[in-house]
């Protein structure tokens, strides 16, 4: 009922309601709140008798806790300014689609939902692919390959792009949302076979595809794909844990298999409202600062310090540090690969190699997550449309406060989130509860690691604590030295007022350590990495060596050449393809 309200506050005119300007907007938005709340809610009771919502549409714990996320999308993809639209109607179809039931329903709600988010002409024929693939994976009458399909179509939902239009932000959570539930529908039912390839591929795909997010996100230039390459990362994980659940499944370990459904479950209701919100909220300072470019904004504290401390929060997050539910999460997935790890090293390798991998990817993603915050955040605006950058007034910011609320007081509570979704852990385990989950930690398979997460964050806090005294005392040994005064910029001081900044006064920095200079450009993550693994002095020595200059040099003047004689080759080719033509047409 909260979802057909909303759906119907977002299709319908104000004049019509009567409502104050703005108070449609917050009461669709509440009711898509209200709906997420009522699902999770509902959840513990949705395992009895199956309920018929609609024909070929029934309720049952899976759908419960699909709906959560896509209503949450829903919330989000509501626009303060422009109301309605297309995206909030695919999103109460989305919701639908997940009581379906039956394939043909499935697909048909699934599909609509895709149609609906597909993105600008230029990039229609990978919205249209990933459409085709999921009717053709829940297609009536497909006994057998449904399964690779399914994985297939999944992958492809999972790899969508980043939008440019702020109110198409959302979107790509939309489609993979729709990718796993597809799935889970179809890898997940009784009668389904899977092969020890099938959860290879999953496993290999969702960490592949974690490393290309991440690494678009360090290389791109483009804010919505740095977005879109952050908030792709639960969408991998979540994947890779259906995976690693099939897999602890066909070894017979019950407890490796809970782990890796308490990882699927804590992922979607704590760590996706989170990337729907970064999305969000990255929409809403792209719309602000009139561009989607990394090398035009920036100082987004000292212009925008609402949406600022949002994008923070949410990017911080998403970088699995504790005490956050990207850290649980990131544990959770550690503990289901040590406990697949067989004996002998020899079998034990692949396990060892998807937790080099996690290791690895959990790096780079704190690199992407420190460069998009140095590009976005710090700094001072590189144009004068961002320097004018206004900030977001509190209702508009409503839906991504909501969704980012919901998720940090769920992920507050693992335990207690777990308990409500014991339905959907016996349903994707095919057993009973295994261990009682206490509400602020998590068992692990092995039964003695629940203190692990709070034990990280106190260490953490305690490590903090050292440091911030340390540097007390060096403070207190050096009253007597002269404050050096912080500015902004060489040369402009606070209180004047200078034409690139578009007539705004410039104003005291608000960091502790002062504001920094212009930061390097886009290429801060890669010119890091290249200063670590190419050492300057080492580049010094190389170049003293006269054939490597001679070389360089003949390089140069090779593709200079190769450059100037590039259009007589293409006439060439064209010649040879029409005498070729003529002689076997002569030959015939």
Not at 318 to 329: D, M, N, R, V, Y
């Amino acid at each position: 009922m909260p979802v057909i309200l909303a759906s119907l506050l977002s299709a319908t005119a104000e004049r019509w309601i009567g409502l104050p300007p703005g108070q449609q907007r917050l009461a669709c938005q509440a009711m898509w709140l209200v709906a997420a709340l009522g699902a999770l809610i509902v959840l513990p009771w949705s395992a009895g008798d199956a309920r018929s919502v609609l024909p070929f549409f029934t309720l049952d714990p899976l759908g419960c806790l699909f709906l959560v996320v896509f209503t949450i999308l829903g919330c989000c993809s509501e626009r303060w300014i422009r109301p309605g639209g297309r995206l909030p109607l695919a999103c109460a179809v989305a919701c639908l689609a997940t009581f379906a039931n039956d394939a043909a329903a499935l697909m048909v709600t699934g599909c609509l939902a895709l149609m609906l988010a597909l993105p600008e002409r230029q990039k229609a024929s990978a919205g249209c692919l990933r459409t085709l693939l999921f009717a053709a994976a829940c297609a009536p009458g497909v006994p057998h390959g449904a399964e690779w399909i399914a994985i297939a179509a999944a992958l492809a939902c999972a790899a969508g792009a980043g939008r440019r239009q702020p109110d198409f932000a959302v979107a790509p959570m939309l489609e993979s949302g729709c990718g796993l539930l597809l799935l889970c529908r179809v890898l997940l039912r009784p009668d389904t076979v899977i092969t020890p390839a099938m959860t290879a591929t999953l496993i290999a795909g969702g960490m592949l595809l974690a490393f290309v997010r991440v690494a678009s996100a360090l290389t791109t230039r483009k804010g919505c794909i740095a977005n879109a390459g952050l908030a792709g990362l639960p969408v991998a994980l979540s994947i890779t844990s259906i995976g690693l659940l099939l897999l602890a499944g066909a070894s017979g370990s019950a407890l490796t298999a809970h782990a890796a459904a308490c990882t699927l479950v804590l992922g979607l209701v704590t760590l996706w409202p989170v990337a729907i919100a970064f999305l969000r909220t990255g929409g809403l300072v792209a719309e602000g600062a009139g561009s989607d470019h990394l090398g035009r904004l920036g100082g987004l504290l000292l212009f925008a310090p609402r949406l600022a401390g949002l994008f923070a929060i949410t990017l911080l997050i998403l970088t699995f540090l504790p005490p956050a539910s990207g850290f649980t999460i990131l544990w959770l997935l550690v503990e289901t690969a040590l406990g697949l790890l067989p004996d002998g090293f020899t079998a034990a390798l692949p396990s060892l190699a998807f937790l080099l991998a996690l290791g690895v990817l959990v790096a780079l993603t704190g690199l992407a997550a420190l460069r998009l915050a140095a590009l976005l955040l710090l700094g001072s605006a590189r144009s004068p449309r961002m320097a004018a950058c206004p900030d977001a007034i509190w209702p508009a910011l409503v839906p991504v406060s909501g969704a980012l609320l919901f998720a940090v007081v769920a992920g507050f509570v693992p335990g207690g989130v777990l308990r409500l979704a014991e339905p959907v852990l016996q349903q994707l385990t095919g057993a009973p509860r295994v261990t009682v989950q206490p509400f602020f930690t998590l068992v692990a398979p092995d039964g003695l690691s629940s203190w692990m997460p709070v034990g990280v964050t106190a260490l953490l806090l305690l490590i903090v604590l050292i440091i911030r005294l340390a540097q007390q005392q060096v403070l207190r040994s050096r009253t007597h030295a002269p404050v050096l005064k912080r500015e902004i910029l060489p040369d402009t001081h606070v209180g004047e007022t200078t034409p690139w900044l578009g007539g705004l006064t410039t104003r005291a920095p608000w960091l502790p350590f002062g504001e920094p200079l212009i930061w390097s450009g886009v290429d801060m993550a890669p010119s890091s990495l290249r200063s670590v693994l190419f050492l300057r002095g080492r580049c010094r020595i190389m170049s003293r060596f006269r054939m490597l200059r001679l070389g360089a040099r003949g390089l140069h003047r090779l593709r200079q050449a190769l450059r100037k004689t590039a259009p007589f080759a293409d006439h060439a080719t064209a010649v040879v393809l029409v005498l070729v033509a003529s002689l076997s047409a002569l030959l015939s």
